[in-house]
């Protein structure tokens, strides 16, 4: 394939993690040490209830604001949900979906998935689809094909001209930090094996081109340490960032790293 140069795209998922006032001060700080930053795009997903506060703090910055997670009808009566035309009110560009912990934890299925997704693109608020397989479906060498179930399901009845929406987390479920030090992350050789399968099964969804255009995220403990090895891979076009997203400190040495 003939990849263009992408411009890397590093996002942080803060997940269930900081009041309203750590967040907004989070941002401040980030804003200042990221300023001078014109060759990456970077983003920031706090939670639901720091968007608003947060964006006015990113606003006219080169920082991008996203969510953490999306419901699939525009309004009505689902108590507790929040729509995609809400998330861009508060200045969303982008929304996660799909997180391996959502799946999980909440029991989304690639249908749900799916249906969030083409929501999104109708909205056009841009997608973040996470994908990615358990130790256990590594081990019995099944990963691949979840993986390829994970998009041909989540990318379903999705059009090749509103692929320019979407962008792809190769995010192993083993790798993913969950606070835990221990976790290993995928080994940089590993991860852009998968990230080339991710592209090929793009490829053959949609056509050579589409799938040159996507871009690809790592996510699973990536950390200042290792942001460098894993960005030197062909198909690896940004991160997305768990536990090391956290401290300003460490965001910045990530988006500064490569
Ligand atoms: C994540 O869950 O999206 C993630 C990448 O987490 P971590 O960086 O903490 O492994």
């Known amino acids: 394939m003939n ?44 939670p639901f209830i720091a968007l608003a506060q947060v964006y006015n703090v990113i606003k006219g910055s080169n920082i991008m604001l996203g969510a953490q997670d999306v419901f699939w009808e525009e309004k009505g ?3 507790g949900e ?24 909440f029991k989304e299925t690639n249908e749900a998935v799916n249906k969030k997704v083409r929501l999104c693109i109708a909205d056009e608020l841009n997608a973040i689809l996470c994908v990615g397989e358990s130790f256990e479906q590594r081990q019995k060498k099944v990963h691949k094909d979840f993986v390829e179930k994970e998009l041909e399901e989540g990318l379903a009845r999705v ?63 990536m950390k200042p340490d290792n942001v460098k090895e894993l960005m030197a891979k062909k198909d690896i076009n940004g991160g997305l960032v768990g536990g090391a997203s956290l401290e300003p400190e460490s965001f910045a040495r990530i988006v500064k790293g490569f």
């Open 77 to 79: 009566a689902f108590t």
């Open 159 to 221: 059009k090749r001209e509103d692929m320019k929406h979407i962008t792809i987390a190769y995010e192993p479920i083993w790798a993913i930090s969950s606070g835990d030090p221990n976790h290993k992350p995928a080994t940089a050789k590993d991860a852009q094996e998968m990230h080339a399968f991710i592209r090929k099964t793009l490829a053959n969804m949609f056509d050579d081109k589409t799938a040159d255009s996507v871009r690809i995220l790592y996510g699973g403990s």
């Open 3 to 46: 990849m263009k140069k992408m411009v890397p795209l590093i996002a942080a998922n803060w997940k269930l993690n900081k009041t309203l006032e750590e967040a907004v001060d989070a941002a401040s700080m980030m804003k200042i040490m990221l300023s001078d930053v014109k060759d990456k795009e970077i983003l920031i997903c706090p």
């Open 82 to 105: 929040v729509s995609p035309m809400m998330l861009k009110d508060v200045g969303c560009s982008y929304v996660i979906i799909g997180h391996s912990e959502r799946r999980e934890y």
